[in-house]
């Protein structure tokens, strides 16, 4: 039996891109190849000029999804929305995976019981075997026993949709993958471990990565308000150095504290000389506040001691190649990590509060808060290159679905692609009158995004790119995934994935019978359109 099945792969653009796709193909030698290879790239959008696109090696047939640089778990959700597969595998574009990986992501497939949502592929780390390893590389192989990472992982497609996919909340690599695995256990279903296994090099660094990785406590911030207090043992992840951090910060703290005290009891000089009751006061605060400067830079050279020796203990020994660069990295970061880790964690904290207004957070996804519709053959009737503002004709419906939109709270916009400004048949004014005369017969709108390039031009906001739905969004001061997009062609619902937006698609005779079979939703009517939202 042969598994539907497509493979995704969020990418940033990293070299390793094309060795992972080639061996993709060498591993389709001994099993079945899948119904699609989807490369999400999640590069950030260029200020301007044209998009660069990827190196995808030697793969022939792999279809590019761009998401804008929102992070893994917005490139996870374009990836396996974009498809049809039963299963959908996920991978990291920094491994590689074996000649027979294909067979047995089949077997594992096939083999899953029907409770069975999503299986975990094993994820090999190759280490240095004439020395021991580095920090960083201690860090990477901790990815061997990491319960439903997604560098090699497969989910039903039937799953991803019950639980509304990815929490695109997380904007880094960082529990986005323990989020979502809380959340299908939740819902009912079980996830396992296959036979199947992939490689993942080391990547190289510079001195500070384990510094800057100090940003995923607030990471960790929302999965608490996600999960509640014991989300850790909920999610498999160990316990954390944390608490060690805080009380290396709460030390240097006492430290500043007491010289402070210190210095300001010992630089007053009072016009007239102190009562023995002032003086006093004044020796206990000067003693006070050096013995607390004494305890407490005590207390912290300790543990920031200690901290060292721990990174330092497993790591290369002196005569060990890379044993002095390893020292220096771990001699600067490691005074640093427990300030950067403490300061991240609160950062998360107060912000999770202050924008979810308590400290639980609601679950994913967030409500409907705006609505986009696409221009010709969804709010009017589409005219080739319409440049006549008397030509403009709404179709049936059309403002009473807009007025109770806007009746309702909802925000309503309009994306559009115009390329016949690129082309040189209409003007930008003449299009300005017709988008004006659709603001007269329809009403207000809350934003108006446009693009006016044609396809050769390669910008990243004609649709099916993302770029006229996240500006809308950036305009509206809501998040992608609180809106919807409305249209009539394939572009539309291709943007609205890209971007992470809801979808329906309202066929017209101009509509291809494979973009219909494609879509997320179908409507036969602006009304019913906005009731499956």
Same mark, same amino acid.
């Given at each position: 039996m042969t598994p539907s099945y497509s493979v995704v792969v969020p990418t940033v653009g990293r070299p390793q891109l094309p060795a992972l796709l080639a061996s993709l193909r060498d591993s389709w030698a001994e099993g079945p190849r899948p119904d699609e290879v989807v490369v999400v790239d999640d590069r950030p959008v260029p200020a301007s000029g044209p998009r660069q696109e990827l190196d995808l090696g030697p793969l022939d047939g792999v279809r590019v999804v761009r998401t804008g640089g929102r992070g893994p778990a917005a490139a996870r959700n374009a990836g396996w929305r974009s498809v049809r597969s039963a299963w959908v595998a996920f991978l990291d574009d920094d491994v590689v995976v074996p000649p027979g $990986?294909?067979?047995?992501? /089949?077997?594992?497939? #096939? !083999?899953?019981?029907?409770?069975?949502? !999503? #299986?975990?592929?094993?994820?090999?780390? +190759?280490?240095? !075997?004439?020395?021991p390893p580095t920090d960083l590389e201690r860090g990477t192989a901790g990815l061997q026993d990491a319960a439903w990472a997604t560098a090699d992982l497969a989910y039903r497609r039937t799953t991803l949709e019950a639980v509304h996919g990815f929490d695109e909340r997380f904007p880094r690599a960082y529990r986005e993958d323990a989020d979502v695995a809380l959340r299908v256990r939740r819902a009912g279903w079980r996830l396992g471990r296959g036979s199947r296994f992939v490689q993942h090099p080391v990547r190289p660094a510079n001195d500070l990565a384990s510094l800057r990785s100090q940003a995923g406590n607030q990471d960790d911030a929302l999965l608490r308000a996600l999960h509640g207090p014991r989300w850790r043992d909920l999610a498999e992840t160990g316990r954390g150095r944390l608490p060690w951090h805080a009380a290396t910060v709460a030390a240097a703290a006492t430290a500043v504290t007491g010289l402070a005290m210190a210095a300001l009891s010992g630089s007053r000089t009072p016009s007239v000389p102190p009562s023995g009751v002032s003086r006093h006061l004044m020796t206990f605060s000067n003693v006070t506040g050096a013995r607390l400067a004494a305890l407490g830079g005590a207390a912290w050279a300790a543990l920031t001691a200690d901290f060292l020796a721990r990174r330092l203990a497993p790591g290369p020994r002196p005569g060990d190649d890379g044993f002095g660069a390893e020292l220096r990295r771990m001699a600067v970061t490691s005074p640093l990590i427990p300030f950067a880790a403490v300061a991240h964690r609160a950062a998360g904290t107060w912000r999770w509060r202050r924008i979810l207004g308590g400290r639980g957070a609601p679950a994913w996804p967030p409500p409907l808060r705006a609505v986009l519709f696409d221009r010709d053959g969804t709010l009017v009737h589409d005219v080739p290159y319409n440049g006549d503002p008397d030509a403009v004709v709404p179709v049936p419906g059309a403002r009473r679905v807009l007025d109770a939109l806007r009746a309702d709270g909802v925000l309503v916009g309009v994306v559009s692609n115009q390329s016949a400004i690129g082309r040189g048949i209409v003007t930008a004014a003449q299009v300005d009158a017709v988008d004006e005369r659709v603001r007269r017969?329809?009403?207000?709108?809350?934003? $108006?995004?446009?693009?006016?390039?044609?396809?050769?031009?390669?910008?990243?906001?004609?649709?099916?790119?993302?770029?006229?739905?996240?500006?809308? /969004?950036?305009?509206?001061?809501?998040? +992608?995934?609180?809106? /919807?997009?409305? !249209?009539d062609i394939g572009a539309d619902m291709g943007a609205a994935i890209a971007s992470g937006a809801r979808c329906v698609l309202v066929p017209t005779e101009v509509t291809r019978h494979e973009e219909v079979s494609a879509a997320p939703a179908v409507a036969t009517t602006l009304d019913e359109a906005v009731t499956l939202l």
């Open positions: $990986w294909a067979l047995a992501l /089949a077997h594992d497939l #096939v !083999g899953a019981a029907a409770d069975v949502g !999503g #299986v975990q592929g094993r994820i090999v780390v +190759p280490l240095p !075997g004439h020395r017969l329809l009403g207000p709108f809350d934003t $108006w995004q446009r693009c006016p390039h044609v396809p050769e031009d390669r910008c990243p906001c004609r649709k099916p790119e993302p770029g006229l739905v996240l500006q809308a /969004a950036a305009e509206l001061g809501v998040l +992608p995934a609180e809106c /919807a997009v409305v !249209g």
